[in-house]
């Protein structure tokens, strides 16, 4: 069965600090990781991982894979209240799997003034 | 905004009951994801439908069915509803033909909130 394990469970900081959020996976065939942030309802995509050690960026977001000791991690730096979300991580399987994802629990960032 | 739309927004029901949520589709988009997320959890992939066909299910009892429609569109239906059964219900579209296709093109709507008493 696949597992996927985030950490922390909820993180509280303040506006500048910089996080950084961990996703462990255990997937058959594994083929991608991917982040989401949920703020209210839709989880909206982040990033999609495939290589391992190849660091993705987008503004202050930026997220990197180990493929061979099954994580990644997601580093969000000069921290600000509108990140405040909860950030998913969900390894993908492709092919037949195709949106049938598996998403781990979840970690909620709380970032005040 | 991605462009799916679910119906309703929210919605409370007691024990035993059935319920419908409705999804709409993206333009394109002729494969519909389910999802179940409880509170404090990520979302739990329910059954997804390509081209009107169940297309793979998770582990939830027969007792949550579906349907997709010619527009591409769907339901969820839920029979005998449990307290368990209270979370926020999700769908995603993306443009599925069978062959490998990234979830980078997973589109998700902002849920209908189920309540049951």
């Known amino acids: 069965e696949d597992k996927v394990v985030q950490s922390p469970l909820s993180l509280v900081v303040h506006e500048g600090d910089t996080v950084t959020l961990n996703c462990s996976y255990e997937v058959t065939n594994f083929r991608s990781l991917l982040w989401y942030k949920q703020e209210k309802k839709a989880p909206t995509f982040l990033f999609m991982l495939?290589?391992?050690?190849i660091e993705k960026k987008s503004g202050r977001l930026s997220s990197i894979l180990d493929k061979k000791e099954l994580f990644s991690i997601l580093n969000i730096t000069a921290t600000q209240t509108g990140d405040s979300a909860i950030y998913l991580c969900a390894p993908d399987a492709g092919g037949t799997s195709y949106g049938k994802l598996t998403f781990g629990q979840g970690t909620i960032l709380t970032v005040h003034p | 905004e991605t462009g799916v739309t679910q119906s309703p927004t929210h919605l409370i029901k007691t024990r035993g009951q059935q319920v419908t949520l409705r999804c709409s589709s993206q333009?394109?988009?002729?494969?519909v994801s389910w999802y179940q997320q409880a509170l404090g959890q990520g979302p739990q992939f329910i059954f997804q439908y390509y081209r009107e066909e169940e297309n793979g299910r998770g582990n939830f009892p027969p007792r949550f069915s579906g349907l997709q429609f010619p527009n591409y569109s769907s339901e969820l239906n839920v029979n005998a509803l449990e307290l368990d059964d209270s979370a926020l219900y999700l769908c995603?579209?993306?443009?599925?033909?069978?062959?490998?296709?990234?979830?980078?093109?997973?589109?998700f709507g902002s849920g209908t909130q189920l309540s049951v008493l």
């Open positions: 495939t290589s391992s050690g």
């Open positions: 995603a579209s993306s443009r599925g033909t069978g062959a490998p296709v990234t979830n980078e093109k997973l589109f």
């Open positions: 333009s394109g988009h002729n494969t």
